[in-house]
């Protein structure tokens, strides 16, 4: 390994490691360039209310007690000696009355802004309830320990069944982005008395590492290069502690990513300078990555050989040009035995929901058209749409 990457992965080890009160005091004298960014729930908080003031629909927000860990599991969502309360950061928006409950999930080191420029067309039809996933946002951030596939979807999970309990919802539409959309698919399985409809938005998870590596990508893992970037994923170097070791500029190189990434396919709906610094905020959850995919984004534990214990009627969403592979849900649709579609958004990538706003709602409403309008015919798919 290059002195490089050993000095790159010291610092960003160094930078990710906590601080004691006293050590913080005792470096204040640093210049500020090097409290880059803030590690804090409340800046997060901070951040998540200027995307929040973004949206014309009244809201409340709260930080719903999920208990210090689930009763009778043998996994504990944190580890530690302390029997501490942990919480869920919840948005519900103003509705009216009788309309459905969607719950949205967002995905890999996000947090429920992300859904900022839908809440307000959604919230017209449903009564809409965002969470930060445990580890992330606004959320509590216990200590992650999980040494397994299992251990690490429970953890996720639990979570959220503990605070589906505490908010005392059941048959709810539940919507998943991406990691997400793991989340929710691996939720439904476990518990589909709770979940009415499966909204699942470029879902990762389908697809195995065995049967669908591509050529490139198994020349490339032969390389020196492959082979030092697959031990450093199954180290737990995530793409987060990268960010953090290139110091003071992490923000910025975030800032211009998620700049340029979500214009990529936009339909005239670019992200201003301000939104897009919003959504740069630093996440805390990402230590579940290696135990839940391999090198490549493949599933330790794919969705498609779950598809003959599927129990609720499904929808999947892919932007057209969306990395996640629409063919790993067709291929489970042919094995489940629930109503499946799946519905591709054109002008839009794996951020549909971002990228082509006009058209993910029309998907969504569409997807969810016996919920909203249950005596109407409207099984005709809204112009634009592509239905596979």
Same mark, same amino acid.
């Given at each position: 390994?290059?002195?490089?990457?050993?000095?790159?992965?010291?610092?960003?080890?160094?930078?990710?490691?906590?601080?004691?009160?006293?050590?913080?005091?005792?470096?204040?004298?640093?210049?500020?360039?090097?409290?880059?960014?803030?590690?804090?729930? $409340?800046?997060?908080?901070?951040?998540?209310?200027?995307?929040?003031?973004?949206?014309?629909?009244?809201?409340?927000?709260?930080?719903?007690?999920?208990?210090?860990? #689930?009763?009778?599991?043998?996994?504990?969502?944190?580890?530690?000696?302390?029997?501490?309360?942990?919480?869920?950061?919840?948005?519900?928006?103003?509705?009216?009355?009788?309309?459905?409950?969607?719950?949205?999930?967002?995905?890999?080191?996000?947090?429920?802004?992300?859904?900022?420029?839908?809440?307000?067309?959604?919230?017209?039809?449903?009564?809409?309830?965002?969470?930060?996933?445990?580890?992330?946002?606004?959320?509590?951030?216990?200590?992650?320990?999980?040494?397994?596939?299992?251990?690490?979807?429970?953890?996720?999970?639990?979570?959220?069944?503990?605070?589906?309990?505490?908010?005392?919802?059941?048959?709810?539409?539940?919507?998943?982005?991406?990691?997400?959309?793991?989340?929710?698919?691996?939720?439904?399985?476990?518990?589909?008395?709770?979940?009415?409809?499966?909204?699942?938005?470029?879902?990762?998870?389908?697809?195995?590492?065995?049967?669908?590596?591509?050529?490139?990508?198994?020349?490339?893992?032969?390389?020196?290069?492959?082979?030092?970037?697959?031990?450093?994923?199954?180290?737990?170097?995530?793409?987060?502690?990268?960010?953090?070791?290139?110091?003071?500029?992490?923000?910025?190189?975030?800032?211009?990513?998620?700049?340029?990434?979500?214009?990529?396919?936009?339909?005239?709906? $670019?992200?201003?300078?301000?939104?897009?610094?919003?959504?740069?905020?630093?996440?805390?959850?990402?230590?579940?990555?290696?135990?839940?995919?391999?090198?490549?984004?493949?599933?330790?534990?794919?969705?498609?050989?779950?598809?003959?214990?599927?129990?609720?009627?499904?929808?999947?969403?892919?932007?057209?040009? $969306?990395?996640?592979?629409?063919?790993?849900?067709?291929?489970?649709?042919?094995?489940?035995?629930? #109503?499946?579609?799946?519905?591709?958004? #054109?002008?839009?990538?794996?951020?549909?929901?971002?990228?082509?706003?006009?058209?993910?709602?029309?998907?969504?409403?569409?997807?969810?058209?016996?919920?909203?309008? #249950?005596?109407?015919?409207?099984?005709?798919?809204?112009?634009?749409?592509?239905?596979?």
């Amino acid at each position: 390994m290059s002195i490089g990457l050993r000095r790159l992965m010291k610092m960003a080890e160094q930078i990710n490691s906590s601080t004691t009160a006293a050590e913080a005091k005792k470096w204040s004298f640093w210049p500020s360039v090097f409290r880059w960014i803030p590690t804090s729930t $409340d800046h997060i908080i901070a951040a998540e209310k200027r995307l929040l003031s973004l949206v014309r629909t009244p809201y409340t927000q709260e930080q719903v007690n999920i208990g210090s860990g #689930p009763p009778g599991s043998k996994v504990r969502w944190f580890r530690s000696v302390s029997n501490e309360p942990r919480f869920i950061n919840t948005v519900t928006f103003d509705s009216k009355e009788g309309s459905p409950t969607l719950v949205m999930v967002h995905g890999y080191g996000a947090s429920q802004g992300f859904f900022f420029r839908n809440f307000d067309a959604l919230a017209k039809h449903f009564k809409v309830i965002a969470i930060d996933q445990l580890g992330w946002g606004g959320s509590s951030r216990p200590d992650f320990t999980c040494r397994s596939t299992e251990e690490t979807e429970d953890w996720f999970i639990d979570s959220f069944e503990e605070w589906r309990k505490a908010k005392n919802l059941s048959n709810f539409i539940l919507l998943g982005h991406s990691f997400g959309g793991y989340v929710a698919a691996k939720y439904a399985l476990k518990h589909p008395e709770h979940v009415q409809q499966l909204v699942l938005v470029g879902p990762a998870g389908f697809t195995s590492q065995t049967e669908h590596m591509s050529e490139r990508m198994t020349k490339f893992r032969a390389t020196w290069k492959g082979a030092v970037l697959n031990h450093l994923w199954e180290s737990n170097f995530t793409p987060m502690k990268i960010i953090r070791g290139v110091g003071p500029w992490g923000p910025d190189l975030v800032r211009r990513y998620t700049n340029s990434r979500f214009s990529s396919y936009s339909n005239g709906d $670019d992200l201003t300078e301000e939104e897009s610094r919003l959504l740069s905020a630093k996440p805390s959850g990402e230590l579940c990555l290696k135990y839940i995919f391999s090198f490549g984004a493949f599933a330790k534990s794919p969705l498609l050989y779950r598809a003959p214990d599927w129990k609720v009627p499904t929808a999947f969403i892919y932007g057209h040009q $969306d990395w996640m592979n629409y063919q790993g849900a067709e291929q489970a649709r042919k094995n489940m035995k629930v #109503p499946c579609e799946i519905i591709r958004v #054109p002008q839009a990538g794996h951020f549909v929901f971002l990228e082509n706003t006009v058209a993910f709602h029309s998907a969504v409403l569409y997807a969810c058209r016996r919920f909203i309008s #249950p005596q109407e015919d409207n099984n005709s798919l809204p112009e634009g749409l592509i239905s596979v």
